[in-house]
């Protein structure tokens, strides 16, 4: 990759960046349903997110997904247990969306289209699946690790005698739907997107 295409690629992951954090930060205020303990349910708050390490790969989604999970940390401080608990619910759990990068196109290939929702398409719908689903397993378990380390005690109250049972269950609740709603969301936008003969012309 040469210099100008180097400064041109950085230009762009820099401001598609700025772009997708402050539409993926919107989404997440508007909110289908709220657990009564922390945890939503949002308008596929995460797409923008996901969207956009598909189109720039692992480095800048983690560096997108990280400042994400500080605008969330920031934005989730009403929930705060401890420093520990702030960082599994909120600094691990949504800088797991950066995992979604290496579904990505080798950069070789990325930087020959710079349209980044064509980018998206190019990866492929299967890969956007897999990999949102994983950035969303780590996300869960993270959660989950929360829940049982700091909210166990809940768990009575809730009919559950195990504290790793009801928080498998209380976090798998909310993250599963909120899971439901960014697939359908990532595959109604593969599917509206221009097919990859349509990309030669961007």
């Known amino acids: 990759m040469s210099a100008k295409t180097s400064n ?26 709220e657990m009564p ?3 939503s349910i949002t308008p596929a708050s995460t797409l923008p997110i996901v969207v956009y390490g598909m189109a720039f790969g692992p480095v800048w989604s983690f560096i997108v997904a990280i400042v994400y999970a500080v605008l969330q ?8 247990v401890s420093p520990f608990q702030m960082f599994l619910d909120y600094g691990l759990g949504y800088a797991a ?8 196109q080798k950069i070789s290939d990325r930087i020959k289209t710079s349209n980044p929702l064509l980018r998206f398409r190019n ?9 949102t689903v994983i950035a969303y397993v780590v996300r869960w378990l993270a959660s989950v690790a929360s829940g049982v380390i700091f909210y166990s005690e809940y768990a009575a109250d809730a009919g559950y005698d195990n504290a790793l049972v009801y928080s498998m269950a209380y976090n798998g609740s909310f993250l ?23 990309d030669l012309k961007d």
């Open 97 to 104: 969306l950066g995992i979604v990068g290496f579904a990505a």
């Open 73 to 80: 940390l920031i934005d989730g401080l009403r929930w705060f």
């Open 176 to 198: 599963a739907v909120d899971l439901a709603i960014c697939i359908v969301a990532l595959a109604v936008l593969y599917l509206v997107l221009p097919s990859k003969k349509a």
């Open 123 to 131: 990866a492929g719908l299967v890969r956007a699946f897999v990999f």
């Open 8 to 33: 041109k690629e950085k230009i762009l992951s820099i401001a598609a960046g700025g772009v997708v954090l402050a539409l993926a930060f919107v989404l997440s205020k508007i909110t289908i349903f």
């Open 37 to 39: 303990m922390g945890g």
